[in-house]
């Protein structure tokens, strides 16, 4: 499978071409082109149970879609996300990655997706009570609103929860006040994620609440 | 003020396994000129083969060279070497399959604090190394990495001015107690950061431009008078950043520095920062019937000689484009 991540980091597109009987999982909604000979069929997101947990608990989608190529040549097909930014891929090979509520793209045969109990801390910092685990052996491809940035934590490092992407399995996440109590509240920073450990965090150099926060005072 | 041009100096030195045809047109190519000329300038070799340009320019082509074998050095204008040879691999890799190698931005010898800007020029990122004891005034709910023993503290800046601008009322301060630390920054807006470093002079900046600062620049809010203010389709308030020490302010789009020197006209929306020094006015562009039929409206004029820092989008452009769309009566959540 031959795959490219055009569109720089503002817009990023995945192209994928597809070769005879290969096949790829994607995020619902996520095709925008494809040669009309691949055949598209809604998945349940893992187990029905899995699933149902993934929607309500995860804030992953129940469904995903498989693209396959049944024919005997190679197809096209192009996948995007909601969000304006980046598109990072992943190597998987018998490792694996958690990924924020909503990061998810696509990913090969081999890779599976998993929910996980994050904790009373996660929910706590809005990040939902379980989180995703992509393991397995194969690509994963994941985005976020903004730039993609890697930092390698070996200690603790302080993220703004808004603004995690993804990190290794082996890290622990804790929910903790930026500052003071009267810091944290008034200072906009609230509450933050520290992470624990050693390993990769993948952060996003943009988010949501710091673009409602520019653009919502200067709507009437 | 730093706003030091730079030149990029051909030092005739290749790579190795790569030969001077090969470096000549891929010259010509980022040029856009004829292979004659270049091949002229390797026998003049060092000269210098880019004039007049920002650092971020002067290390954009830089790297674009290095790539094709050819090294070349930054000097300022006036011949101090800022970098030379391979540029700094500043690109962050690991098994990720794109690098942004050439959209960084790293600062060599400046005096000031050590930081660099990732992401440019879509989404800026900005990565301040605090030494010891050193405190970095921020915008609110602007911090998005930094090391655990880095406390923060909340600060109302600027009196009641920052709390009729509509920008958020309070700067957080982060200090790096007990040893050096690592801040990174996420503005809000969607574009691009710049950075002067201060040297007892002032800028002014428009009231949501503002990022971070050395604690020893001082912040103030200041009033633009009604008329400005209210013509201005901005706030009423500009932020004034004097002293001496870093400044980071970021736009909506990306950004453009222009010397002015006598008259110059950007759109209100446009302007994000200018240095004492200029006077402006709010005007019309041409007549009555421009004023209303044009789109243009008002504008302001400079007068004088300084910079003006302009970015390429426009938030009321921006605003226009989304109002219909927006649902009528819902509340905008911000999570």
Known sequence: MKADIKGGAAFGYLDLALEPGESVTTESDAM????AELDMEPKVNGSLVSAFFRKFLGGETFFVSRFSNNTQETKRLTLVQPTPGEIRCVDLNQGSICLQPGAFLAATDGVTLGLKWAGLASF??????FKLEVSGTGKLWYGAYGALLEREVDGELIVDTSHLVAYDPSMKLKVQLA??????????EGLVTRVEGKGKVVIQSRSISGLTGWVNPKLY | MSFTQYRVVLTGVLNPGVTQEQAIEAIAQLFNTQPERVSQAFTQAPIAIKKDVDLPTAQRIQNALSQSGVMVDIQTMEGEAVSSGQPQDVSIKGDQQTSKGSDELQRYDMPGLQFSIEGRPDYAFLTVQLPKNETLKVEASAMATMDTHIVMKTKIKGGLGRLLTSESLFINEFTAENGPGEIGIAPGTPGDLAHVHLNNETIYLQNSAFVASSSSVITETKWQGLAKGFFSGESLFLIRCSGNGDLWFNTYGGIIMLDVDGDYVVDTGNIVAFTEGLDYDITKVGGYKSLFFSGEG?????????KVWIQTRNVGAFLHWVEPFRPVESSSSDD
């Open chain 1, 32 to 35: 925008s082109s494809m040669a």
């Open chain 1, 124 to 129: 706590i910092g809005r990040e939902g009570l």
């Open chain 1, 179 to 188: 500052g003071g109590i009267f810091s944290s509240f008034f200072g906009g």
């Open chain 2, 298 to 306: 008002f504008v302001c004029r400079f007068k004088g000689k300084g």
